[in-house]
Nanobody, 115 residues
């Protein structure tokens, strides 16, 4: 069974930084569609950043220039560097990977940005 485990969430002041990491077991991130979504209370889960099979990256307009997604194939992790955080970035962040036609999700990590 594929498992994804996120880490790195926490409480940070506005303007601060956090680095989320997602570790995978029984799969890899290499050459797969993968990325990060987030879900704020009372809102739908939305895409934050993604990496395509061909390694192209894409970002939500609200995080462009502040967030950077990357995957480390040697460590088999997917990371999200988040800078210049804003209170609107407060949400549970989920990593995902698509393998053999199935999308797998992590359990989520809470990010809270105080003003």
């Amino acid at each position: 069974q594929v498992q994804l485990v996120e880490s790195g969430g926490g409480l940070v002041q506005a303007g601060g930084s956090l680095r989320l990491s997602c570790a995978a077991s029984r799969t890899t991130f290499s050459s797969k569609s993968t990325g990060w979504y987030r879900q704020a209370p009372g809102k739908q889960r939305t895409l934050v950043a993604g990496i395509t099979i061909s390694s192209d990256t894409n970002y939500a307009d609200s995080v462009k220039g502040r967030f950077t997604i990357s995957r480390d194939n040697t460590k088999n992790t997917l990371d999200l560097q988040m800078n210049s955080l804003k209170p609107d970035d407060t949400a549970v962040y989920y990593c995902y990977v698509v393998t053999r036609g199935t999308t797998y999700w992590g359990q989520g990590t809470q990010v809270t940005v105080s003003s």
